[in-house]
């Protein structure tokens, strides 16, 4: 059984292994940011795609065969150059589509990414660090 397209038009992983709405990400603090990608990863190409004020999309450079042989993967995101040390992770986290949000932002902040993959088989595949700031808050009187 391959992926394909359901009645509502997105991809659905092979093996009906898509998310419902009840299975939203769960956003949590975390420790520490993964520092870089390990040695043992194969690297994911993900790349900022827009900033709005309080959220950033990514694309994900990754085929549909390829997306579809991922288990799970996570993302951990932090603030940079604040004294702040909180950290946040969104767990599981197997975007739909190969373009995603990061939502609930604060404007002009920079935030360093990370994101993380296993394959079906084990493989761990993440990205390097990915720096970016989110845009100004524009009030519309």
Same mark, same amino acid.
């Given at each position: &059984? /391959? /992926?394909?397209r359901?009645?509502?038009g997105?991809f659905e992983p092979? /093996?009906?292994r898509?998310v419902?709405a009840?299975?939203?990400?769960?956003r949590?603090v975390?420790?520490? &940011? =993964?520092?870089?990608? =390990?040695?043992?990863s194969a690297l994911?190409?993900?790349?900022?795609?827009?900033?709005?004020?309080?959220a950033v999309?990514?694309d994900?450079?990754?085929s549909?065969?390829?997306?579809? %042989?991922m288990?799970e993967?996570?993302?951990?995101?932090?603030k940079? /150059?604040?004294?702040?040390?909180?950290?946040f992770?969104l767990?599981?986290?197997? =975007? %739909?589509h190969?373009?995603?949000?990061?939502?609930s932002?604060?404007?002009?902040?920079?935030y360093?990414?990370?994101m993380s993959c296993?394959?079906r088989?084990? %493989?761990r595949y993440?990205t390097?660090?990915?720096?970016f700031t989110?845009?100004?808050?524009?009030?519309l009187?």
């Open positions: &059984m /391959g /992926g394909g359901s009645a509502g997105h092979a /093996g009906g898509q419902s009840g299975l939203l990400p769960k949590t975390i420790e520490s &940011m =993964p520092r870089r990608n =390990p040695d043992d994911l190409t993900v790349q900022v795609y827009k900033t709005l004020s309080d999309v990514f994900w450079f990754i549909l065969n390829d997306k579809d %042989r288990s993967c996570d993302v951990a995101y932090a940079v /150059g604040r004294n702040e040390s909180s950290a992770g767990s599981p986290f197997l =975007p %739909r190969r373009s995603f949000v990061l939502p932002l604060e404007a002009e902040t920079t360093e990414f990370h296993d394959d088989v084990g %493989r993440a390097n660090a990915i720096n989110t845009g100004a808050y524009i009030r009187d």
